[in-house]
């Protein structure tokens, strides 16, 4: 379920996490505050990787991510049985000036991707919450004044 809310872009990167995740082709661990519930299954743990993808799973330790476009691109099997949504995929790389924003609290997750592409091409700014009840909501912008919601 995807719904409207107030708008909490720039929020997101003054009160939340600017993660040190630097590099690309990679993803790192986040545990949630609830259980989230996607497609029948709930999960406590998200994979956030640099080419603007989150993996659900119940595990903190075993990375999704690897290899994962590559992999996915090539085998159409391990892309169905993905646990995963895509923000904003792309071939990108996280760094300090394009970094990755999460936001925690007990009602809602936000990350945030202010994703540069990896050929030099346009800066991508996407962001996903999720709420307890399974709603989420995204957000893309091309500049810190506004995101907009989809539906």
Request: some cysteine.
């Amino acid at each position: 379920m995807m719904t409207r809310r107030a708008n909490t872009w720039s929020e997101v990167a003054t009160l939340g996490t600017k993660q040190e995740w630097y590099h690309d082709d990679n993803a790192w661990p986040l545990e949630l505050p609830f259980a989230f519930p996607f497609y029948g299954e709930t999960y406590t743990y998200i994979w956030i990787s640099s080419n603007g993808n989150i993996f659900f799973s119940n595990d903190g330790t075993s990375n999704p991510r690897t290899s994962m476009v590559n992999e996915y691109a090539r085998d159409e099997s391990k892309f169905s049985n993905a646990k995963m949504m895509s923000v904003c995929w792309c071939d990108s790389a996280s760094s300090a000036d394009h970094p990755i924003y999460t936001l925690t609290e007990s009602d809602r997750v936000v990350v945030r991707f202010d994703a540069a592409r990896d050929n030099g091409g346009s800066i991508i700014k996407a962001a996903a919450e999720l709420k307890p009840d399974g709603t989420i909501i995204l957000r893309y912008s091309t500049d810190d004044s506004g995101g907009v919601n989809v539906d």
